[in-house]
């Protein structure tokens, strides 16, 4: 079945540096989005890529959809507390309504 | 919009007991989804419905699992008899035809002593 490789598994960063988590997958996808877990909540939706080598941005947040559409990056601009949490990228491929989840990577600013 | 709603927020009971999670999607979403998260398996898709038709339920881990959607605005995941293993944060997550991304629920956490 569809994988989904993220890296790195956690970070611990001080506040006001950059983030970059990024995601492989073994097939190709024709969706990539990237979602935020807080403590004690379900994921919450970021960014959506619809298209090989988009680049979008959400506020300090940038994402790209891979040109070989089986791999994602996202990066976090100047970190501050509240970016704690753990952030999972995920794919659907064809016109499947299912989302294939990464493993998340788990996020933890210092000040 | 209320969004997904998911009840209880919280459920503790016994090895052998039945136990009944319970979903809202959001309204004109005609996708909805059972999640499963622990630490080891990450969040495994257990099973979905298309405009209330279970599509793919080959992530349900057993017999003991079974989920229904009688109707567009609610969906259960029943567990019987539930296990210790199945100790785990449940989530429920809708998607609209139109959307590319899932809403989800804050979740189910079942602890089975």
């Known amino acids: 079945g569809q994988q989904l490789n993220q890296s790195p598994q956690s970070m611990f960063i001080q506040e006001g540096e950059d983030v970059s988590m990024n995601c492989t997958s073994s097939s190709i996808f024709n969706t990539w989005l990237w979602y935020k877990q807080d403590p004690g909540e379900g994921p919450v939706l970021l960014i959506a890529?619809?298209?090989?080598?988009e680049l979008t941005s959400n506020g300090r947040l940038t994402a790209q959809f891979g040109i070989t559409r089986k791999d994602s990056f996202l990066n976090i601009s100047a970190s501050i507390p509240s970016d704690v949490g753990i952030y999972f990228c995920a794919g659907r491929s064809g016109t499947a309504s299912k989302l294939t989840f990464g493993t998340g990577t788990r996020l933890q600013v210092t000040l | 919009d209320a969004g997904v709603i998911q009840s209880p927020r919280h459920e503790v009971t016994e090895m052998g007991q039945e136990v009944t999670l319970r979903c809202k999607p959001i309204s004109g979403h005609n996708s909805l989804f059972w999640y499963r998260q622990t630490m080891m398996r990450g969040l495994e898709l257990l099973i979905y419905?298309?405009?209330?038709?279970?599509?793919?339920d080959s992530g349900m881990p057993e017999d003991r699992f079974s989920a229904k959607m009688p109707n567009a605005s609610f969906s259960t995941l029943k567990i019987q008899p539930s296990e210790p293993r199945d100790s785990a944060v449940y989530f429920c997550?809708?998607?609209?035809?139109?959307?590319?991304?899932?809403?989800f629920g804050s979740g189910t956490r079942l602890t089975v002593v």
């Open positions: 997550a809708s998607s609209g035809s139109a959307d590319y991304g899932y809403t």
């Open positions: 890529l619809y298209k090989a080598g």
């Open positions: 419905f298309n405009n209330n038709v279970p599509i793919d």
